[in-house]
């Protein structure tokens, strides 16, 4: 068996490992979920040939996209099954969120009202508020035009914002 | 004038429109401001969180081989249960008279109740049989 050990992807995997943890952990919602993905999509990169790999214009830009499609599948057949996401995940529903937040800081808070969103929203918050990703590399990850990443982040960052309003004005 | 320019800032952010150059002119701005007007309290909790969750990473302990987590778990698992075995049979020898009187009541308290329980069924089956007769008779009556 011969193993070419390629330096710069060894390099880079650190890196992108991370990154697609937190991708898939804001998609799926679950760490378990999450680690277990992260770990398919780093294998997926390994087993590819370094000739592929090289083709590539970015391997992060590539490998966010495998994580973002495979965790996209594994919702799908989560809904498949008939069990309702927010179960499924522990997604807290309203009653549950009022008192989760009642024991946590407000940095909780913000997480939890991120991962209350739909899926779409919460890897567009992901890509660009946490990962800093530029529009076009939004829109080639998500494959959508450039104006609808926009459209999308902006309705986002208002709904947050009114979210967040109405949950101090409740006085918690 | 700060104020001013983050506020335009701001507007551009909510729509969606700010660079992410003008998002870190953001972040900084709520970052070591301190007299914060009431309604802009939020942006700072949205733009610490932004900040942290990008500091999470993949747990280390996660990087190993999950082959290897396997094997491992695997053999931990089966020491456990030969030791736990082993305990057990220490127990039970250990067990005083006393406690085995009282297991062997209970037995038969059990086996009682499961007797009952037949003798109940068995009563069923009969009355069940019984409308299989009439179910023949009134065959014959048909005919």
């Known amino acids: 068996m011969q193993l070419t050990v390629d330096k710069t992807f060894l390099n880079q995997i650190d890196e992108i490992r991370d990154k697609i943890f937190r991708i898939t952990k804001r998609i799926l919602v679950s760490q378990e979920e999450a680690e277990d993905a992260t770990q398919e999509v780093i294998v997926k990169l390994w087993q590819m040939d370094a000739s592929k790999r090289n083709g590539f214009k970015s391997i992060e830009a590539y490998s966010v996209t495998m994580a973002k499609n495979y965790c996209l599948d594994r919702l799908k057949s989560k809904q498949a099954q008939n069990l309702s996401l927010d179960e499924r995940f522990g997604v807290p529903t309203t009653d549950s969120l009022q008192k989760k937040i009642e024991h946590k800081d407000e940095l909780t808070w913000v997480g939890l009202l991120i991962d209350r969103l739909p899926e779409k929203e919460r890897m567009i918050i992901q890509l660009r508020e946490i990962e800093q990703y530029d529009f076009d590399q939004i829109a080639s990850i998500l494959n959508l035009p450039e104006g609808t990443v926009r459209v999308y982040l902006s309705r986002i960052r208002k709904k947050l914002r009114k979210q967040f309003i109405e949950i101090q004005s409740h006085g918690i | ?143």
Do not use: C
């Open chain 2, 1 to 143: 004038m700060e104020f001013k320019k983050i506020e335009a800032l701001l507007e551009k952010y909510l729509e969606g429109e700010t660079s992410l150059e003008e998002e870190v002119v953001l972040k900084t701005y709520f970052k070591k401001e301190q007299n914060l007007p009431k309604e802009w309290i939020q942006y700072r909790q949205f733009f610490a969180y932004y900040e942290f969750a990008k500091n999470e990473s993949f747990p280390s302990t996660k990087i190993k081989s999950t082959a290897r987590i396997k094997t491992w778990m695997m053999t931990a698992a089966s020491i456990a249960l030969v030791v736990s075995i082993q305990l057990s049979g220490i127990f039970e020898s250990q067990k005083s008279p006393l406690e085995l009187q009282e297991a062997e009541f209970v037995f038969q308290q059990f086996q009682t109740q499961m007797k009952n329980v037949s003798n109940h069924l068995n009563r069923g089956v009969q009355k069940v049989a019984y409308l299989d007769y009439l179910d023949e008779t009134s065959q014959k009556l048909l005919k």
